[in-house]
């Protein structure tokens, strides 16, 4: 059992000031769980969740890629709460632009926050959580962390880059009684398409210029998005209670036929590579 029945559940939550994170700690205190809430802005945390009970909420301002940082959160944490049920790896951001124009800061900065603070997160909460013998881990990907469209090249390879970790994780954990998910969402009505949550590159030129128009198109979006914030964060929790549920799991009609589409495609392209595949083992 990686969930208790018997008492409220403490969540770490990484990423919560804003998007779907802010909805899943809001959905978790109105339900009567305990959260820890990492932010870079405690201010901005609990003005976004005005008129929310905040009683067993314990607001933290962490720094995700400062492995010091972190394990004084998860420390504050199990001080305040005795422990920690399950943690969600959701801090990040959207970026648009060619790889071309992608900055060596850029990359640095996303695969920091993206890939280093989920590593920092994941690396001490584990103790913690083998040590109860239970626990439930979520990775916050994107339905960009299966597959890649023009413009994405940076936010889907830290997306890759997590599910790569996260699936590994899932195996070396079983156990230890830990369970592992990754959840894919689709297009949700927040704000990550707005300033603040998107970056653009700053090196934008003419030689992209199918890539100028999806941007346009994108940062006209907002409201329009299918997914439901609050039922993403209810459907987050279903997957933790389940506890049997599949290691990847798509939020939203988009995702899941985008996904659906994936795993046709690249059927269709093992089947179309496998004479050249064969033909490299020695006994060919």
Sequence with gaps: MSYPTDRPATWFVTGTSRGLGLALVRHLLERGDRVAATTRSTDRLLAALDGTPTGDLLALEVTLSDEASVRAAVAATVDRFGGVDVVVNNAGYGYLGAVEETSDDDVRRMLDVQVHGTWNVLRTVLPVMRAAGSGHVVTMSSILGLLAFPGWGLYSA????????????????????????????????????????????????????????????HLAMPGSQPGDPARAAAAIVTVVERGDGPLHQQLGSDASAMAADRATALAAEVAAGREVALSTDKTA
Excluded: C, N, W
């Design 158 to 217: 830290a997306k890759f880059a997590v599910e790569g970790l996260t699936e590994a994780l899932a195996a070396e954990v079983a156990d230890h009684g830990i369970r592992v998910s990754v959840v894919e969402p689709g297009y949700f009505d927040t704000d990550f398409l707005r300033e603040g949550s998107l970056e653009l590159t700053g090196d934008a030129g003419d030689a992209y210029p199918a890539i100028r128009a999806m941007v346009e198109a």
